[in-house]
């Protein structure tokens, strides 16, 4: 099976229950003999499929349409002003979106182009990183890189042996503004994977503790792994299934709400979620955010900080949470961070990380301080 001819079988398999990166996932898996350069080739080929499809003539076959959507990437990617701010708002998102996020003609330029990949290293490997990888460029926080490179990082000697993590430059953002201390114990309540866990645990220098916990026993699981690859031993991996119930008496010095959302913020990084996300997940989503921020809440000490974080950029599940929480809890205050991407403007008490402005994901954070 030609590249082409596998990258059409991904399309069409995917769908809502079987999302776009799933499938490329799993049949890259299956097909492990496949070289790393048709890998990748593939994986362009699906997403720019999936971020151009409105462009694409549906009387094409499948394969010519994906072809048709590599040109469109790669002449968007040498001529940006070939293509109209008008098309870019009515064509990289659907249209439900523009009633929920500010779709403007620079949020959708960066919807449409190819996402950067970011790596973070841990302190101590900074220096090592930087000279090893090739196409390694410096980000904006002292342990953060842009990857131009076309390698499988997953195989690289430095990433088996813990020495950085791929992660996305706003999610790295939130750990900054996070800046948990040496002897605080934090509690990572919707800890998934671990991203956020790994990177509060580097921030403490490895002291004190992190309670990291998930409703998803499999989630938890691939957490203990990186944290075993990343040689972050100063966490506890524990299940939570959201309820009023939390997972220990310990009250927290600080408290990630890393909620689940809708994903608006990954739209870039993962187009084909753009067709198969609903208003009604937003809405249900909103409830749900609801509902896990005021979980979390009584876990903390007086004196303790509250950061809740989404992918998303919807004002359901942003504005929207924080404006009502503010309201409902009379024993919080805002509390205003600084944005790590411009530390010399003045903090805010509700902070938007556009995609335009950080090459990263869309991420909202608000913080609170329990009085
Ligand atoms: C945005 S992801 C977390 C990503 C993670 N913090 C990271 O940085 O890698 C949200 C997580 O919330 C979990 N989750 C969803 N619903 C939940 C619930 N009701 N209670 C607890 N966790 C939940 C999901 O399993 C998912 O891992």
Redesign the pocket.
Known sequence: MTPLQLAARIVSRSSVETPADMVLRQTLFRRRGLSPSDATWVSRAVFSYFRWERWLASDRPLESRIEDGLRLAARFAAEPKAFSDDELVRNSVPDWATAHLPTTAALARALQQEPTLWIRSRPEFTEEVSQRLRDLHPGPFADSFRYAGREDLFLDRGFQAGQFEIQDIA?QAVGRICAPRAGEVWW??????????LHLSALMGGKSLIWA????AW?LDRLRQRAGRAKCFNYRAVH???SEHPPTKTRFDGILL????SGLGTWGRNPHSRWTTTVQDVEELAA?QRQ?IMNVADSLKPGGRLIYA??TLSHAETTGVADWFTQERSDFDTLAVVNPFQPDEPPVTQLHLWPQDTAGNGMFVAAWKKL
């Open positions: 999610s990572d309540a919707c800890a998934g994977e671990g991203g956020k866990t916990s998930d409703r998803a989630r939570w299934d959201g890393d909620a689940p959302c749900i896990l989404v992918c």
